[in-house]
């Protein structure tokens, strides 16, 4: 089927005047050229699909045919083009069964609608865009000045919400079969303004493959449970089954994403923090030696992991295995000394961590790559902070996970996001498309 509009445009400057090139394209765009042309050509293919039903209009023995035409109404949009104003045909099936609708609009054969919405899924997918880092009123606000038209902030979290749903729906088809080899998961809480609860907990989990270099968004859930998240990543081959789990000192997390065949590797970053903490928590020393007894702890840590990251390349075991050895001896010393002073905390939190401080490196003489910090999704968390932690930010469960699903998978996996954007839009379909533009101006053909 084609459609054809012809266009005529006429730009006055007065001859006194010279004009920014700015300005021009401002001038231009102020015209909403775009939504014009846009209204002409549904218009077009919309008296093209009635004639072909209809016959000509006024034709003789038209009112003979199946297919009569019942009049016209208008039908609003709001696309990225501009505001919309259609005037589109009916048309009577004078042959359809009593069950059945007797009128439809034929161009709707050729465009489909987003169902009744006023904002069709360009400029909503756009909003949504932007309320992945604004909040859903500055959303509406600010993105005036990007858009012609925004929709309301209602609109915009209603669609997000919409949009977030089917995302998560998307997301476990890409990471099916990732078979990632380390697993990094974290949990924050939100504000929640449900009955029921004060705060969510968000949970996050990345995978790694330590070979490629490569991590993805494996999963994002509000309130759910650590042990079905593993077993849902477990079902869809997210990870391998001795992946090693790099986290903090979560025991849910510990006990979920850990068997006979995976093991733990604690974040050492978190090391010096929980042990400090555990230090004052015993009230046993001054804060100068509490520092002394983190110090130590730490600069051994670090000395472990500087020595892998320098004997792994030239595949120097041997040296490695001597580290943690040593490594092992004086932590556990550390460990003894706390207990003879009455640290009890202090001292249990240092045997009961010490395998899981020193994973990375026992794999690192085995050949293996595993993480020693859970950095990257410590970053994602940060990504939760900066757009739904502010004060006075309150979220039902649905409403949190919608937007996050959108924030999370863009920050960490654009590919994906724009894949899901590519088949929310049905961008595939513009191959069933090509256009044809000529330009007359007053010098001629352009």
């Not at 609608?113 to 006023?118: A, H, L, M, S």
């Not at 790099?246 to 065949?261: C, L, M, N, P, Q």
């Not at 943690?324 to 003879?340: F, H, M, S, V």
């Not at 939760?384 to 930010?393: A, D, G, I």
């Given at each position: 089927?084609?459609?054809?509009?012809?266009?005529?445009?006429?730009?006055?400057?007065?001859?006194?005047?010279?004009?920014?090139?700015?300005?021009?394209?401002?001038?231009?765009?102020?015209?909403?050229?775009?939504?014009?042309?846009?209204?002409?050509?549904?218009?077009?293919?919309?008296?093209?699909?009635?004639?072909?039903l209809c016959g000509e209009k006024h034709a003789h023995g038209n009112g003979d045919q199946r297919f009569q035409r019942a009049g016209t109404d208008t039908r609003t949009a709001v696309t990225t083009a501009g505001e919309h104003e259609f005037d589109l045909h009916y048309v009577e099936d004078t042959a359809?069964?009593?069950?059945?609708?007797?009128?439809?609009?034929?161009?709707?054969?050729?465009?489909?609608?987003?169902?009744?919405?006023?904002?069709?899924?360009?400029?909503?997918?756009?909003?949504?865009?932007?309320?992945?880092?604004?909040?859903?009123?500055?959303?509406a606000d600010h993105g005036d000045g990007i858009l012609s038209k925004m929709p309301s902030p209602t609109t915009i979290n209603r669609r997000a919400r919409e949009y977030g749903s089917k995302l998560k729906q998307f997301l476990p088809d890409c990471v099916a079969d990732t078979d990632a080899d380390a697993?990094?998961?974290?949990?924050?809480?939100?504000?929640?303004?449900?009955?029921?609860?004060?705060?969510?907990?968000?949970?996050?989990?990345?995978?790694?493959?330590?070979?490629?270099?490569?991590?993805?968004?494996?999963?994002?859930?509000?309130?759910?449970?650590?042990?079905?998240?593993?077993?849902?990543?477990?079902?869809?081959?997210?990870?391998?089954?001795?992946?090693?789990?790099?986290?903090?000192?979560?025991?849910?997390?510990?006990?979920?994403?850990?068997?006979?065949?995976?093991?733990?590797?604690?974040?050492?970053?978190?090391?010096?923090?929980?042990?400090?903490?555990?230090?004052?928590?015993?009230?046993?020393?001054?804060?100068?030696?509490?520092?002394?007894?983190?110090?130590?702890?730490?600069?051994?840590?670090?000395?472990?992991?500087?020595?892998?990251?320098?004997?792994?390349?030239?595949?120097?075991?041997?040296?490695?295995?001597?580290?943690?050895?040593?490594?092992?001896?004086?932590?556990?010393?550390?460990?003894?000394?706390?207990?003879?002073?009455?640290?009890?905390?202090?001292?249990?939190?240092?045997?009961?961590?010490?395998?899981?401080?020193?994973?990375?490196?026992?794999?690192?003489?085995?050949?293996?790559?595993?993480?020693?910090?859970?950095?990257?999704?410590?970053?994602?968390?940060?990504?939760?902070?900066?757009?739904?932690?502010?004060?006075?930010?309150?979220?039902?469960?649905?409403?949190?996970?919608?937007?996050?699903?959108?924030?999370?998978?863009?920050?960490?996996?654009?590919?994906?996001?724009?894949?899901?954007?590519?088949?929310?839009?049905?961008?595939?379909?513009?191959?069933?498309?090509?256009?044809?533009?000529?330009?007359?101006?007053?010098?001629?053909?352009?």
């Amino acid at each position: 089927m084609h459609a054809t509009i012809d266009v005529r445009l006429t730009v006055s400057i007065d001859d006194d005047k010279t004009i920014p090139l700015a300005t021009l394209a401002e001038f231009i765009t102020d015209q909403n050229v775009e939504s014009v042309l846009l209204e002409g050509l549904v218009e077009s293919l919309d008296a093209a699909r009635v004639e072909a039903l209809c016959g000509e209009k006024h034709a003789h023995g038209n009112g003979d045919q199946r297919f009569q035409r019942a009049g016209t109404d208008t039908r609003t949009a709001v696309t990225t083009a501009g505001e919309h104003e259609f005037d589109l045909h009916y048309v009577e099936d004078t042959a359809a069964d009593h069950d059945e609708s007797s009128y439809f609009r034929p161009v709707e054969d050729v465009l489909s609608f987003d169902g009744q919405n006023r904002y069709q899924q360009d400029i909503a997918a756009k909003s949504v865009d932007l309320a992945t880092s604004l909040s859903y009123r500055d959303a509406a606000d600010h993105g005036d000045g990007i858009l012609s038209k925004m929709p309301s902030p209602t609109t915009i979290n209603r669609r997000a919400r919409e949009y977030g749903s089917k995302l998560k729906q998307f997301l476990p088809d890409c990471v099916a079969d990732t078979d990632a080899d380390a697993v990094i998961p974290d949990g924050t809480k939100c504000h929640s303004q449900d009955d029921d609860r004060t705060y969510h907990s968000v949970q996050a989990t990345l995978g790694e493959d330590t070979a490629e270099e490569s991590r993805s968004l494996l999963d994002l859930s509000v309130n759910a449970d650590w042990d079905q998240t593993a077993a849902d990543l477990d079902d869809i081959d997210a990870v391998t089954d001795d992946a090693t789990v790099v986290s903090d000192a979560d025991d849910g997390i510990v006990t979920a994403f850990t068997d006979e065949y995976s093991d733990h590797q604690l974040d050492l970053v978190h090391v010096g923090r929980t042990l400090d903490y555990n230090l004052w928590d015993d009230g046993v020393f001054s804060l100068d030696r509490r520092n002394e007894i983190v110090s130590e702890v730490i600069d051994e840590v670090f000395h472990l992991k500087n020595s892998v990251a320098k004997h792994r390349p030239n595949e120097e075991f041997a040296a490695i295995r001597e580290r943690i050895a040593r490594t092992t001896e004086r932590i556990e010393k550390t460990a003894w000394q706390l207990d003879q002073y009455g640290s009890e905390k202090a001292a249990g939190y240092l045997r009961r961590w010490l395998p899981s401080i020193v994973t990375f490196a026992e794999q690192a003489a085995e050949g293996f790559e595993v993480p020693w910090t859970s950095n990257p999704v410590e970053r994602l968390m940060g990504e939760v902070s900066k757009r739904c932690k502010n004060q006075w930010m309150r979220w039902t469960t649905e409403g949190l996970e919608a937007i996050l699903q959108l924030r999370l998978v863009k920050y960490a996996d654009p590919e994906y996001y724009q894949s899901f954007l590519d088949e929310l839009l049905q961008r595939s379909t513009k191959t069933a498309m090509s256009c044809d533009l000529s330009v007359e101006s007053t010098r001629g053909k352009l």
